[in-house]
């Protein structure tokens, strides 16, 4: 199990309100417009650190929805790619707490590569993340094959 519980930071109500202004935005492939379509890689990068940040970093490269189904190594590849576009992060240990706005990476299949991200929620045990419904939340509990956690270690840049 990654992460032995919830911790509390100072960003918790800010994380909160803008993980809850992207509820119910619909799913839509290669999008990143709140209230219009997001898919989930692009609901965590850019959409919901970059408003965390304030201001836009570089759009993420297209690959197909079932990329890591289909060709795990490219999947890590672009996973890869992802986190150099924020270099400021850290993956979290078994024994470390989560807190609210850390990015979690599942994969779809015991053995597949990262294809689906979820964040943090500030209530303990909850993440937000995009399903073919849109955004929406679910519980630590119910995330198969989550692979790792990564932690923003600049949130004090947060806005």
């Known amino acids: ?41 692009r609901f965590a990068f850019p959409g919901f650190l970059d408003e965390m940040y304030g201001f836009a970093r570089t759009k ?12 795990p190594r490219k999947a890590r590849g672009a996973m890869r790619a992802i986190l150099k576009l924020y270099p400021a ?12 706005g850390d990015i979690g990476v599942c994969r779809l299949t ?3 590569g990262p294809g689906h991200a979820v964040i943090a ?14 955004v ?3 519980s630590y509990h119910n995330l198969q ?8 270690t600049d949130k004090d840049q947060w806005s």
């Open 1 to 41: 199990m990654i992460g032995c519980g919830w911790g509390r930071t100072k960003w918790d109500l800010r994380v909160e309100e803008v993980l809850q202004s992207w509820l119910n935005t619909p799913y839509l492939a290669f999008r990143c417009e709140k209230g219009v379509g997001v898919d989930c890689v």
């Open 60 to 71: 993420i490269q297209k690959f197909p929805p079932d990329g890591a189904l289909h060709n």
């Open 110 to 112: 015991a053995n597949s």
């Open 136 to 138: 929406t939340t679910t």
């Open 145 to 152: 094959h989550l692979v790792s956690i990564y932690r923003p």
């Open 121 to 134: 929620s500030a209530h303990p045990m909850s993440f937000y993340h995009t399903t073919s419904r849109g």
């Open 89 to 100: 992060h850290r993956r979290l240990e078994d024994a470390d707490m989560i807190e609210a």
